[in-house]
């Protein structure tokens, strides 16, 4: 089949690789437009967008989908069908129907679980044993069409939204293609989605990220990673300044610190919740490299009794403020 890939950020690459390796044929890719990175905030074109440049294959860069010139490239391209991972804009209805075979989205978790821009991270902070992948049909709603394949994950005890979502988008780009395969030999018809079990995932903002030591260990430990590498869990210091974390390790053996107080040891920091404590691992003050906590503990002269989050404006936000789903 003739395929247009639409995809931005570097976890979809496994998908795209898959896709040039296999016995269809990308045309073309439709990818964000480059934007602003590392400390000099110099443009950069997004990884799929690289990938494809070094293909010799065309990149188109929408502002937006809706963009007049660009649907009338899609339509001279006449494309069998569109795989999508991680593309990052809404599709406009009208441009669903343009490739015969449609839209076919890769999304990382089993529908109709966790619909929405964030599933991986939402899993592992909800402690789901297992999740996975689907291939489905994209149409108007919000990851709600009909589905075509499956595939089931393990989320490891220590795994973080990071480490799951490497395994899956390599596992799901073999998801793609057979699915793709499927389509063009005939073989395969989109199943609906049932109507339980549905749950959504919203982006996560900077204030989701936010730990609070209140809580207990296991939801503590379980947001640092789900939120790990982004948007990057944190608390905040008592001058106001941010704290990075990494993730931590339950320590039920130190149950005598109030929630957020924290305890310097020789080589291990520990904070309390509101159950037992966490012994952070590394840590990324302000404008700093991430490091060791003890280290960074030891040049940071914290007196005893020293309370972590505690900051009056920290509850600004909860869990999917401000979030908005995209493709």
Not at 132 to 140: I, R, V
């Amino acid at each position: 089949m003739r395929l247009i890939f639409a995809g931005t950020p570097a976890v979809a690459l496994p998908s795209l690789e898959a896709l040039l390796a296999s016995r269809h044929e990308v045309v073309a890719v439709i990818t964000r437009p480059a934007a602003p990175a590392g400390r000099g905030k110099k443009l950069r074109p997004s990884p799929v967008a690289e990938r494809a440049e070094a293909e010799g294959i065309e990149v188109l860069t929408p502002t937006t989908p809706r963009d007049l010139e660009f649907q009338a490239r899609l339509r001279d391209l006449a494309p069998d069908a569109i795989p999508v991972v991680a593309y990052g804009a809404l599709v406009p209805a009208d441009l669903l129907a343009l490739p015969v075979h449609g839209w076919i989205n890769l999304h990382f978790s089993v529908l109709p679980a966790w619909r929405g821009a964030a599933p991986v991270q939402y899993a592992v902070m909800a402690g789901d044993e297992v999740t996975g992948a689907s291939t489905f049909l994209l149409e108007k709603g919000l990851d709600t069409g009909p589905v075509f394949g499956t595939l089931t994950e393990t989320i490891r005890p220590r795994d973080t939204a990071g480490d799951l979502l490497e395994r899956l988008s390599v596992a799901g780009a073999e998801l793609l293609v057979r699915t793709l395969d499927a389509i063009e030999d005939g073989i395969v018809s989109p199943v609906p989605q049932p109507g339980e079990g549905i749950s959504l995932a919203p982006t996560l903002s900077v204030a989701d990220a936010r730990v609070r030591w209140t809580h207990p260990a296991l939801a503590v430990d379980r947001r640092i990673r789900g939120c790990t590498p982004a948007p990057g869990a944190w608390t905040s210091l008592p001058d106001g300044s941010r704290l990075g974390l990494g993730p931590v390790t339950p320590a039920p053996e130190v149950t005598d610190l109030a929630a957020g107080e924290l305890r310097v040891g020789r080589q291990d920091v520990w904070v309390g919740t509101a159950s037992h404590a966490v012994r952070l691992g590394e840590v990324r003050p302000a404008g700093k490299k991430a490091m060791n906590a003890a280290d960074w503990a030891r040049g940071a002269r914290l007196g005893e009794g020293v309370l972590l989050g505690m900051r009056e404006n920290d509850d600004a936000a909860g869990p999917g403020a401000g979030a908005e789903a995209q493709a």
